[in-house]
């Protein structure tokens, strides 16, 4: 209870300096911003989950960074659309952490496998066990 207390003060204290200083149709402009980003990052939450499955699938992440970067991304987005100074900005910083740690995973990549698709580390498996020969017969009848 403290806890939201603490949070709610801030939240006001920081609204009302911030608020003061951009006027009220800005203040207003900002809400509805926020809100929209807040809820395009929800309706495209489906591709991000699939790529990030797709990261650990190639072991590019593990499953405590799978979990730690959807439920940034998920909360994030929810505290955008809070309206709020405070919420806001705490939502844009849980989106540039899932951000900067998809960026820093994608070209600090545990396996050398994390950019190739699954069909094309299957055909390099499949193709190195195979021999490649001719087979010519001497008899005219077989064709």
Do not use: H
Request: glycine fraction near 4%; charge should be negative.
């Amino acid at each position: 209870m403290i806890y939201f207390l603490v949070y709610f003060f801030l939240e006001v204290v920081i609204s009302v300096e911030i608020s003061s200083y951009l006027g009220g149709v800005l203040t207003f402009a900002e809400i509805l911003l926020s809100a929209f980003i807040g809820i395009s990052i929800l309706i495209n939450f489906r591709k991000t989950l699939v790529e990030n499955m797709t990261a650990v699938s190639y072991n590019c992440i593990d499953l405590e960074q799978f979990q730690r970067l959807n439920l940034f991304t998920l909360f994030g987005a929810i505290l955008l659309i809070v309206p709020g100074f405070l919420t806001d900005i705490l939502g844009l910083l849980m989106q540039l952490s899932t951000f900067t740690s998809l960026i820093v995973n994608r070209y600090n990549v545990k396996s050398g496998k994390c950019n190739s698709s699954y069909k094309e580390q299957y055909n390099i498996k499949k193709d190195s066990d195979v021999i490649d020969v001719e087979i010519i017969s001497d008899n005219p009848s077989i064709k």
